[in-house]
């Protein structure tokens, strides 16, 4: 009886692993769309409202409470707060967001090198850039659909097979 319960602990422990890796890949897509969306709004608001930079920031994230939009969320605060000049609030709040994020190091660069530019330039120029970001984390988003739909199927396989081999070599 123990037996089979341990093998039902490793299987089931086995195929969460899997699951959770699984889950990160098909969470990043999701994420890029969010900020792919918000840096549209952005656009927005730096083009036709002509709104302070703070205000476009938090209106940029809107009502989602979705991780990738924390980044505007995080950035509105130390900018509207007044802690940090624009550029140096959207890298902080990259950097605090990537962490519990599912991005890629690839996605945290474009967001870095956009944060750059952001603040330090007329409002012709930050639309430019905030183009050529939103167009790069479109591209970043479809290939992270094309690696979601592979790797996530192979994950949550690959848990529930090795939990089902150590069970049976431990029993």
Do not use: K
Not at 37 to 64: D, F, H, K
Not at 115 to 123: Q, R
């Amino acid at each position: 009886m123990l037996r089979l319960l341990g093998a039902a602990l490793v299987v089931g422990s086995a195929t969460l692993i899997g699951n959770t890796v699984a889950r990160n890949y098909s969470e990043r897509p999701r994420q890029l769309a969010e900020i792919a969306s918000a840096l549209a709004v952005l656009e927005t608001e730096i083009s036709y409202a002509r709104t302070p930079l703070a205000l476009a920031l938090a209106r940029a994230c809107g009502r989602r409470r979705g991780l990738g939009t924390q980044v505007f969320r995080i950035a509105a605060d130390l900018v509207g707060s007044g802690e940090l000049l624009p550029g140096e609030a959207w890298q902080v709040a990259v950097r605090r967001m990537y962490a519990w994020s599912a991005l890629a190091s690839e996605d945290r660069e474009v967001l870095l090198a956009f944060g750059e530019t952001l603040g330090t330039c007329g409002a012709e120029d930050q639309l430019r850039h905030l183009a050529l970001a939103r167009e790069r984390l479109r591209t970043n988003e479809a290939g992270a659909r094309d690696e979601a739909e592979r790797m996530a199927r192979m994950w949550r396989y690959l848990g529930v097979t090795v939990g089902a081999m150590v069970a049976l070599l431990l029993y």
